[in-house]
């Protein structure tokens, strides 16, 4: 019977409103500075969103700097990758594949001679399968350089240039 009646006759909380006085009032802010001008005298009327006091705060200013750089790097960044690979990159990544495809040219050249060779029995298999890994190593030479053009050419990667405008 006690719990249930407890249950049922549970006591509300006491709400008291009224007014007070004060003889100090002490206002904090989230930063620290020091207050520059007050806008409000003793006794005056303010209303909710009124700029009662200026602040004035090295700390914040600096920060403000700090936060202002970084803005302009990362603007940096944002461009260059909008902007690609330089030319210069760009035309010397052509120049090594141009050279690998002229390697790649003679490395086969030399492979079908050895290979004729040893199709008539002149050189070893040794000499031909020497032959052989020279020509295969220029052929991926060859698309390695092609690809380190491409990607000059291309520029940034979609997630690179997402990644330098999110900053």
């Known amino acids: 019977v006690f719990i249930i009646g407890l249950v049922i006759y549970k006591p509300e909380p006491v709400i008291i409103q009224g007014e007070a006085e004060a003889s100090v009032v002490r206002i904090s802010g989230k930063v620290p500075a020091r207050i520059s001008k007050f806008n409000a005298q003793e006794g005056d009327i303010v209303n909710a969103g009124?700029?009662?006091v200026y602040l004035d705060s090295p700390e914040l200013y600096a920060k403000m700097e700090q936060a202002s750089a970084a803005e302009q790097a990362a603007s940096a960044q944002?461009?260059?990758a909008k902007n690609g690979a330089r030319k210069e990159l760009i035309q010397?990544?052509?120049?090594?594949?141009?050279?690998?495809?002229?390697g790649?040219?003679?490395?086969?050249k030399s492979f079908d001679r050895v290979q004729n060779l040893y199709n008539?029995?002149?050189?070893?298999?040794?000499?031909?399968?020497e032959a052989e890994a020279q020509y295969?190593?220029?052929?991926?030479?060859t698309k390695a350089a092609k690809s380190q053009y491409d990607m000059a050419v291309n520029g940034a990667d979609v997630?690179?240039?997402?990644?330098?405008?999110a900053l």
Do not use: C, F, H
């Open 136 to 141: 295969n190593a220029a052929v991926a030479t």
């Open 104 to 108: 790649e040219d003679i490395a086969k």
């Open 159 to 165: 997630e690179d240039k997402i990644a330098a405008n």
């Open 50 to 52: 009124d700029t009662l």
């Open 92 to 102: 010397g990544a052509y120049e090594m594949w141009q050279k690998a495809k002229i």
């Open 78 to 80: 944002s461009q260059k």
């Open 120 to 129: 008539k029995e002149v050189v070893p298999a040794q000499k031909r399968d």
